[in-house]
């Protein structure tokens, strides 16, 4: 399958008062149309810096971003993001919330309303649309999240730690919701993680950075081999604890 | 309902009915007191007035002018309250906008808040004359400064992330104010509207005192000067309760709004 986004040679320096950050050194990485891929690394190594700098909200030092043979230097529309907050806004009901990106692109139309209800539908929070968030359980809110993010129509999704400030039973529950959302919807994902077993449990490849200044250190193809691969299914498999040795020792050989 | 939850809000229930009527009690035997010892003699009401003569003002009005006065000052309080809101939540939003100015204007900002405003009074007089627009612009000068520095305040510390959220959909800086840095500073704005009203009766106040044309600030000046404590105190007591009414409608306001949204906006 033909690469959708190709990181070349990425490299991000931060500048402050009383020095300089290379947070990011030499990032390679191509990603494929409707793959899930993992990127795990000891934290401060840069994870958030590269998402950033693919969603265009940070700039880059050095180096390539291109999606679909386009090299991309700003905010790009075919990219949406989800941060570990929900981030939703408590003043605002559910399907206003949902809306908001449409909002602010300016492309909140009949059509694209027509659009956010069916998702709403589809995974389970139109009897949820007039509630306020905090009238939602943590899960829910996160799936929010998510729909407000693909009512916009990205081709690439990036997760930063977007289940971490779950407990761990929601945590469980909301990998596997969005995880089916994002094969159905078939969006290529790009997501961040600290949790070995969820990188193992989501991703087609698992990405192993460095400490910082974070490179790519290892990649490994994650293959389970089961007819209807969901997280939760992957992780009842015998070969869930091979991996998780070899990234547990990947990632530990740094400390 | 189950037994707990009924005893619960009957408890609930009692303990509002008790404050409200100690609250009541002292006021009562406050006022009752004052008025006994007065009409005894054991203290001079000539100095220290009484509940008597102060009812006996209220009720003379017509003689004393006090309508007059007390439209004055509620005139330029709330003229004064709302160009200070006004003014400072345009200023707050300005320097919000632009780092640059914010960081150029800080220590102005520092120096103007701890600076006592009624010292500026009498430069304001020359100005603008000794009318009522020195008045005005003296509550003004009491409430602007604490204004910008409590919406900016608010402004800056509007959460990280929610703004990075909206930066991903390529949000530009006007949607981020109006979409997202307001409405999530509501509570601040009210807490602005609350702190306001305090200080521009300061500022109206004490610029009647200097200005002594008119208003309740000319009438205490006039009533020290001449020994009318009743006056004095009948003031004093007017203020509270246009003071207490303002919050009211703040209060009201913020009601409003939380019911409006449906939510806590703490
Ligand atoms: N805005 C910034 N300015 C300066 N340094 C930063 C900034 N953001 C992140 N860093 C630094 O860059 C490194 C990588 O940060 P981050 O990408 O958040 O790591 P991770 O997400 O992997 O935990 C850290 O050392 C962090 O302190
Ligand atoms: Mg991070």
């Known amino acids: 399958m033909e690469d959708i986004l190709e990181l070349q040679n990425i490299s991000k320096k931060y500048q402050q008062k009383n020095g300089e950050t290379l947070a990011l050194m030499d990032i390679n990485l191509n990603v494929k149309k409707g793959e899930f891929v993992s990127i795990i690394g000891p934290s401060g190594c840069g994870k958030s810096t590269l998402l950033s700098i693919i969603a265009g909200l940070e700039e880059k030092t050095e180096g390539k971003i291109i999606i679909e043979d386009e090299e991309i230097n700003e905010i790009s529309p075919k990219i949406g993001y989800m941060l570990q907050k929900d981030c939703l806004l408590e003043w605002r009901t559910i399907f206003s919330n949902i809306l908001f990106g449409l909002e602010i692109k300016r492309i909140k139309n009949a059509e694209n309303i027509a659009y956010a209800k069916n998702l709403l539908k589809k995974y389970g929070l139109y009897e949820f649309k007039d509630k306020f968030p905090n009238q939602l359980s943590g899960g829910m809110r996160q799936r929010a999240a998510l729909i407000r993010t693909l009512c916009v129509k990205p081709k690439i999704l990036l997760l930063d730690e977007a289940f971490s400030a779950l407990d761990y039973q929601t945590r469980i529950k909301v990998t596997e919701d969005i995880y089916n959302i994002l094969k159905n919807e078939k969006i290529t994902t790009l997501m961040v993680t600290h949790d070995i077993t969820e990188a193992i449990s989501m991703g087609d490849r698992v990405v192993v950075l460095t400490k910082r200044p974070g490179t790519v250190k290892a990649i490994y193809d994650i293959n389970f081999e089961i007819k209807n691969r969901t997280p939760l299914n992957c992780r009842e498999t015998p070969i869930f604890s091979n991996y998780f040795n070899i990234l547990w020792k990947e990632l530990g050989v740094d400390e | ?266």
């Open chain 2, 1 to 266: 309902m189950s037994e707990e939850r009924k005893r619960y809000l009957k408890k609930q229930k009692f303990e509002k009915i008790l404050v409200l009527s100690t609250q009541i009690v002292i006021l009562v035997t406050f006022l009752g007191l004052w008025e006994a010892l007065a009409n005894k003699g054991i203290i001079d009401s000539f100095i220290t007035s009484s509940p008597s003569r102060i009812i006996k003002i209220f009720a003379n009005f017509s003689s004393n002018n006090l309508l007059l006065h007390i439209r004055v000052t509620i005139y330029e309080t709330l003229l004064g309250f709302s160009i200070g809101i006004v003014l400072g939540t345009i200023i707050a939003i300005i320097l919000w906008w632009s780092n640059f100015l914010s960081k150029v204007f800080e220590p102005y900002l520092v120096v103007l808040n701890g600076l006592p405003k009624v010292a500026l009074g009498p430069i304001i007089i020359i100005w603008v004359g000794a009318g009522t627009k020195a008045i005005i612009v003296m509550a003004i000068a009491i409430s602007l400064i604490v204004t910008i520095l409590e919406i900016l305040n608010g402004f800056l510390n509007t959460d990280k992330e929610i703004i990075k959220m909206a930066k991903t959909f390529n949000a530009n800086k006007f949607q981020i104010l109006t979409k997202i840095v307001i409405p999530a500073n509501i509570s601040t704005f009210i807490n602005s509207l609350k702190i306001n009203i305090g200080l521009s009766l300061v500022g109206v106040i004490s610029g009647e005192f200097l200005i002594s044309k008119a208003g309740l600030g000319y009438l205490i000046t006039y009533g020290g000067q001449v020994f009318k404590l009743d006056l004095v105190m009948s003031s004093i007591i007017i203020l509270g309760i246009f003071a207490g009414v303002m919050y009211g409608a703040v209060a009201l306001l913020e009601k409003t709004i939380i019911n409006y949204r449906r939510i806590n906006i703490k």
